[in-house]
T-cell receptor, first 113, second 115 residues
């Protein structure tokens, strides 16, 4: 059973703070990991993809992957009210489910001014 | 490049009817996946098509079907609509070479309301 779990929200942080979003997954034969942001009423948009252990930075966003511990996280530095959205963690596994994304339920983030 | 496009954007149907949704992937992308999103269940995988072949299928009843054309455009069909089919239907495309792992890019979605 392939599962993706995210820390339950909602998460609320003040403007300028660091928001930390976490995600764990159930199967070690994983291939690639993605963070999507979804504004209310809109479709998911890609923030970051990460394939190898370690950190990957893109502007204010840093994705961290630890395959041995089966977790992936997203840090948002200098959070802005425009970052308020639901953040979805997604995992692709190797093998028969090639091409399929498994999603967590999402963490709702609110950044207050 | 133009993004993933989906038509129509909004639909209202009644129970028992059928509906067809369309998705045009990003140019050059050969894989198209469909997802259903509801507040209660989150994002649920419906199926994935690659080079006109269904490669993966989620746990949905046979009323949900799809196909992909030679130009990679895809359609999904839902027959005998039920109230519970009301949802946002999302299409996502990716390159999906033999190695897999590439990013999926989502279209704007089709919001279906079944009355």
């Amino acid at each position: 059973q392939k599962e993706v779990e995210q820390n339950s929200g909602p998460l609320s942080v003040p403007e300028g703070a660091i928001a930390s979003l976490n995600c764990t997954y159930s199967d070690r034969v994983s291939q690639s990991f993605f963070w999507y942001r979804q504004y209310s009423g809109k479709s998911p948009e890609l923030i970051m993809s990460i394939y190898s252990n370690g950190d990957k930075e893109d502007g204010r966003f840093t994705a961290q992957l630890n395959k041995a511990s089966q977790y992936v996280s997203l840090l948002i530095r200098d959070s802005q009210p425009s970052d308020s959205a639901t953040y979805l963690c997604a995992v692709k596994w190797r093998g028969s489910t090639l091409g399929r994304l498994y999603f967590g339920r999402g963490t709702q983030l609110t950044v207050w001014p | 490049k133009a993004g993933v496009t989906q038509t129509p954007r909004y639909l209202i149907k009644t129970r028992g009817q059928q509906v067809t949704l369309s998705c045009s992937p990003i140019s050059g992308h050969r894989s198209v996946s469909w997802y259903q999103q509801t507040p209660g269940q989150g994002l649920q995988f419906l199926f994935e098509y690659f080079s006109e072949t269904q490669r993966n299928k989620g746990n949905f009843p046979g009323r949900f079907s799809g196909r992909q054309f030679s130009n990679s455009r895809s359609e999904m069909n839902v027959s005998t609509l039920e109230l519970g089919d009301s949802a946002l239907y999302l299409c996502a495309s990716s390159l999906e070479s033999s190695g897999g792992g590439e990013t999926q890019y989502f279209g704007p979605g089709t919001r279906l309301l079944v009355l």
